[in-house]
C-alpha cells in the first residue's frame, strides 16, 4: 500500500460500535461481475456523495452541483444511474477489476465479497496514527456462477437484471432510514468526514476491500487487499 | 398540524423547498420516460440555480403541465400529486403503467431542522428517486419506445387512483422526510403483469411497415389532464415558449453554515428575468408515433436499444428492411456499414397551427438527433458479411437495401423523407426471416397484386420523377438521391436506379406481417438446417451458374 504512511492502522476486523452493516448477495456469471458490482457500489455512492464543500467566511458553506448519468449494461438487462464523476468511475473500476481478477484467480471456487466501508478519520497525536471509525459498511457477496449455452446465459442477463433491481430497491431503503450521518464538518474538519481529493463531487471517506473465498470455503488472508482513499495532502 | 413553532421564514422556506421538490420529482420520473439516456454534469461551483445540489435539467413544457395541476397548491393531506406514466400502442391501445406518488401525511417532525436536514434529505430523496426509476418495469418498456408505441405521462393532483394500473400491482416506496407541517412520501405503484408479455411481445413481433400518421391523431381525453408524450419536446421554434425555472422568479441559494451547527443562512435571490407569458398554441397535445420506421435486426442486443429517435449516442439505427429483385446480371451490394453515421438530417421546421394537432414529432430533449446506421457491435457486422458472402452464388440474388427513414422535428407535410442512408447488411444472427431466398423473391414468386403497375420490362419513368415514380397510394417515400454503385448497364435501357424506384415499394412480405406474429428465435434458428440442406442439394446447379459467370 503505497500510501501507507498515511494509512489509518488495520481495516476493522467487523463492523464496529454504531457501524451499519448491510449485506447483498448475487449471483452472477463470471463476466457480469464488473457490471453488478458497479451497479450496486455506484448506487451506493449516489447517495453517500456531495456537491464540493466551499466554505466562506463566518463558518458558512455552499455546496456544489451533483450531476448524474444512466449507464447501461452490456451483460445484463439494466441499467442504474451514477454520479457524473470521472475520477470517481475510475476509482471505482479500478478496485472492481482487481475484485474481478482476484475471482477469476486460481483458489478461487468463485466465491468472495468486496465491501464498501464509509469512516470518519479521528486525529490522533503522534506516535499514534489515526483512527478510522467506520459508520457504515456495505458487503456485497458474489458467487460466480458457470453457464452452458446461449439460451441459459441470456436466461441470466434478465434474472441477474431483476435481482439487480430489487437491490437497487433494497440499498434506497437502508438510505430512506436517516439514520446516522456524520455531522457537517467545520472547513478543518473536512477531511475527516469527507474525500476532497476529486474535483467534482465529494463522497464521504469510503474504503473498498475484497476477500476470495478459498476453495476450503474459509475467508482467506492471502488475498486481502485493500484500497485506501486518503484524503491528507503531504 | 401546528405551525406556530414554525418560524416564519422557516414556513417560508419549507413551502418553497416542497413546491421545487414537487417539481424536480415530475422532472425526474417524465426524463426518466424519455426513452434516453440522461446525462448531467457535476459543477464544483454552485451556480445558484441548481435545486437540491442536483443537477437535474428543467424541460419547460413538463414544468408548465407540473404547475398547471398544481395550480399554487402544495401536496397536503390528501392532496397529493401524482405522476401517471402509461403506455399507447400504434393501435391505439393504451395502459396505465405507474403512478409516481408524492403525498404529505400528518405526521409531523418538529424538532427537524428545515433549511438544512429537509433541505439535504430532500436531495437524499431525489437521488433515491433517480435509482428507483430505472428499477421498475416501465423504464425497460420506455427505453423501447417509438416504434410500436410511446409512453405518456399526466399529472393530477387530488386523490390518488390507482385502478387503472389493473389486479396485483406492487408498490415500491421511494422514501420520505419529515417534515414540520408533516411528512413527504414518494412512492410507487406499478402494474406487473405487463412486466414480462411487454418485453418479450414488443420484442418480437416484427415491424409495423408504414405506419400511417393517422393512427396517432388523439382525441380530446375526457379526463381533465391531457396526457403527453414523455418525449415531445417543444423546440424553441416551436412557438410554445414555457418559462423554464431557470428563467423564474425564484432562484435557490443556499449555503450552510458549521458553526454553530444549527444556525443556516439561506437566502433565496428574485432574479428578474424576461419571462413572456406563457403561450400554449393548442392545448391538444398529440402524442405522435416517432416516426422512425424501424426494424430491430440484432435480438442479441434487444434490451436497451435506444429508440431511433433521439439518441444521441445510439449503438444502432433501426433501418428498415425491403428485398426488391434484382437482375441476375448484377452482383449483390454489399455495403459496409458506415461509421460516421452518413444520414444527412432532415431539415425541420416548425409546426403551426392546425398541422401540429397531426404531425408532432417525437424529438428528443436536446434538439433533433439522427442515430448513425451502423450495427451495434463488430460481431454482427461479421456475421452479416460472412452470411452474405455464402449467397453469392446464388441465382436469385436479392439486394438488400436499409432505409433510415429520420424525421425531423415538427415537419410540416407528411413524414415521406426517407434519405438513403448507406447500405447495411440486414443479417444479424436472430433476425426474423427478412432475407428471404426463394419464397418472398419477387422474381420467383411475383407480387400477388402490386399497387404499382410498372414491371420490370415495361415503361421507363423519368428519373426525375419525385416521390414515388410508381404512384401507388404509398407515397411515403421522396427518394432524394440514389446513387447505386456498378449501376450502369448498357444492356437495357434501365440502370438500376429506376429499377430500383420501380420496386421501391414490393408489398408486404408475409413474413414480417402481424399475422405471423412472434416466431421465437429458436424456430428462424431450426429452420436454418432445413435451409441449408436444401441448398446444398443444389450445389452442382449453382456450381454449374458461376461457371457460365466466369
Known amino acids: 500500500c503505497p500510501l501507507s504512511s498515511r494509512c489509518c492502522g488495520p481495516p476493522s476486523a467487523g463492523p464496529a460500535m454504531n457501524c451499519r452493516a448491510e449485506v447483498l448477495e448475487v449471483s452472477v456469471e463470471g463476466r457480469q461481475v464488473e457490471e453488478a458490482m458497479l451497479a450496486v457500489l455506484h448506487t451506493v455512492l449516489l447517495h453517500r456523495s456531495t456537491g464540493k464543500f466551499h466554505y466562506k467566511k463566518e463558518g458558512t458553506y455552499s455546496i456544489g452541483t451533483v450531476g448524474t448519468q444512466d449507464v447501461d449494461c452490456d451483460f445484463i438487462d439494466f441499467a442504474y444511474v451514477r454520479v457524473s464523476s470521472e475520477e470517481l468511475d475510475r476509482a471505482l473500476r479500478k478496485a472492481v477489476g482487481e475484485f474481478k481478477d482476484a475471482l477469476r484467480g486460481s483458489g478461487s471456487d468463485g466465491m468472495g465479497q468486496i465491501s464498501l466501508e464509509f469512516y470518519q478519520k479521528k486525529k490522533s497525536r503522534w506516535p499514534f496514527s489515526d483512527e478510522c471509525i467506520p459508520w457504515e459498511l456495505w458487503t456485497i457477496k458474489v458467487n460466480v456462477v458457470n453457464l452452458a449455452n446461449e439460451q441459459e446465459r441470456q436466461i441470466c442477463r434478465e434474472k441477474v ?42 463522497p464521504y471517506l469510503y474504503k473498498i476491500s475484497y476477500q476470495i473465498t478459498d476453495s476450503l470455503g474459509t475467508s482467506v488472508t492471502t488475498t486481502m487487499r485493500r484500497l485506501i482513499k486518503d484524503t491528507l495532502a503531504l | 398540524a401546528m405551525d406556530t413553532d414554525l418560524s416564519s421564514q422557516d414556513r417560508k422556506d419549507l413551502d418553497k423547498f416542497i413546491k421545487f421538490f414537487a417539481l424536480k420529482t415530475v422532472q425526474v420520473i417524465v426524463q426518466a420516460r424519455l426513452g434516453e439516456k440522461i446525462c448531467t ?3 464544483s461551483s454552485p451556480t445558484g440555480s441548481d435545486w437540491f445540489n442536483l443537477a437535474i435539467k428543467d424541460i419547460p413544457e413538463v414544468t408548465h403541465e407540473a404547475k398547471k395541476a398544481l395550480a399554487g397548491q402544495l401536496p397536503a393531506v390528501g ?43 430532500l436531495s437524499l430523496l431525489l437521488k433515491s428517486l433517480l435509482a428507483i426509476t430505472r428499477v421498475t418495469p416501465a423504464y425497460r418498456l420506455s427505453r423501447k419506445q417509438g416504434h410500436e408505441y410511446v409512453i405518456l405521462y399526466r399529472i393530477y393532483f387530488g386523490e390518488v387512483q390507482l385502478s387503472g394500473l389493473g389486479e396485483g400491482f ?90 454553530p451547527p444549527s444556525q443556516c443562512v439561506f437566502t433565496v435571490t428574485k432574479a428578474h428575468f424576461q419571462t413572456p407569458p406563457p403561450v400554449v398554441t393548442d392545448t391538444l397535445k398529440v402524442p405522435v408515433m416517432g416516426l422512425a420506421f424501424s426494424h430491430q435486426l440484432s435480438s442479441s442486443r434487444l434490451s436497451y436499444q435506444p429508440a ?5 449516442s445510439a449503438d444502432m439505427g433501426y ?19 458506415g461509421k460516421e453515421g452518413g444520414v444527412p438530417p432532415v431539415p425541420s421546421q416548425p409546426a403551426h397551427g392546425t398541422q401540429a394537432d397531426q404531425e408532432r414529432m417525437c424529438t428528443p430533449l436536446d434538439g433533433v438527433h439522427y442515430s448513425a446506421a451502423t450495427p451495434s457491435s463488430s460481431e454482427d457486422t461479421e456475421t452479416v458479411s460472412n452470411s452474405s458472402e455464402g449467397k453469392c452464388g446464388s441465382p436469385h440474388d436479392l439486394l438488400e437495401t436499409i432505409f433510415i427513414r429520420k424525421v425531423g422535428a415538427f415537419v410540416n407535410k407528411p413524414v415521406n423523407q426517407v434519405t438513403m442512408a448507406n447500405l447495411d447488411i440486414p443479417f444479424a444472427m436472430f433476425a426474423p426471416k427478412n432475407v428471404e431466398l426463394e419464397d418472398n423473391d419477387p422474381m420467383v414468386n411475383p407480387p400477388e397484386s402490386p399497387e404499382t403497375e410498372s414491371p420490370l420490362q415495361g415503361s421507363l419513368h423519368s428519373e426525375g420523377s419525385s416521390g414515388s415514380s410508381t404512384g401507388n397510394t404509398h407515397d411515403d417515400f421522396v427518394m432524394i438521391d440514389f446513387k447505386p454503385a456498378f ?16 420496386f421501391q415499394n414490393p408489398p408486404q412480405l408475409s413474413s414480417l406481417s402481424i399475422d405471423i406474429g412472434a416466431q421465437s428465435m429458436a424456430e428462424d434458428l431450426d429452420s436454418l438446417p432445413e435451409k441449408l440442406a436444401v441448398h446444398e442439394k443444389n450445389v452442382k446447379e449453382f456450381d454449374a451458374f458461376v461457371e457460365t459467370l466466369q
Not at chain 2, 399507447?88 to 438544512?116: A, F, H, P, Q, R
Not at chain 2, 422526510?177 to 405503484?189: E, Q, R
Not at chain 2, 425491403?322 to 455495403?335: D, I, K, S, T, Y
Request: net charge negative.
Open chain 2, 487 to 502: 449501376s450502369k448497364d448498357d444492356i437495357l435501357p434501365m440502370d438500376l436506379g429506376t429499377f430500383y424506384r420501380e
Open chain 2, 308 to 312: 431511433a429517435l433521439g439518441v444521441g
Open chain 2, 319 to 337: 433501418p428498415v428492411l425491403f428485398a426488391g429483385g434484382l437482375n441476375a446480371a448484377h452482383p449483390h451490394q454489399l455495403v459496409g456499414p
Open chain 2, 170 to 259: 406492487q408498490t415500491v416506496r421511494v422514501g420520505t422526510v419529515g417534515t414540520p407541517v408533516g411528512t413527504i412520501t414518494l412512492s410507487c405503484a406499478y402494474r406487473i403483469n405487463l412486466a414480462f408479455m411487454s418485453t418479450r411481445q414488443f420484442e418480437r413481433t416484427p415491424p409495423i411497415m408504414g405506419i400511417i400518421i393517422d393512427h396517432f391523431v388523439d382525441r380530446p381525453y375526457p379526463s381533465s389532464s391531457p396526457m403527453h408524450p414523455c418525449n415531445y419536446r417543444a423546440g424553441e421554434d416551436n412557438g410554445a415558449v414555457y418559462p423554464s425555472v431557470e428563467d423564474s422568479q425564484e432562484v435557490c441559494t443556499t449555503s450552510f453554515s458549521t458553526s
Open chain 2, 79 to 121: 392532496r397529493s400529486m401524482c405522476v401517471e406514466i402509461s403506455l399507447k400502442t400504434s393501435e391505439g391501445d393504451s395502459m396505465e403503467l405507474e403512478i409516481w406518488c408524492l403525498e404529505m401525511n400528518e405526521k409531523c417532525d418538529k424538532e427537524i431542522k428545515v433549511s438544512y436536514t429537509v433541505y439535504n434529505r
Open chain 2, 41 to 43: 454534469r457535476s459543477s
Open chain 1, 161 to 202: 437484471g431483476e435481482k439487480l433491481c430489487e437491490k437497487i430497491i433494497n440499498i434506497v431503503e437502508v438510505m430512506n432510514r436517516h439514520e446516522y450521518l456524520p455531522k457537517m464538518p467545520t472547513q478543518s474538519e473536512v477531511d475527516n468526514v469527507f474525500d476532497t481529493s476529486l474535483k467534482d463531487v465529494q
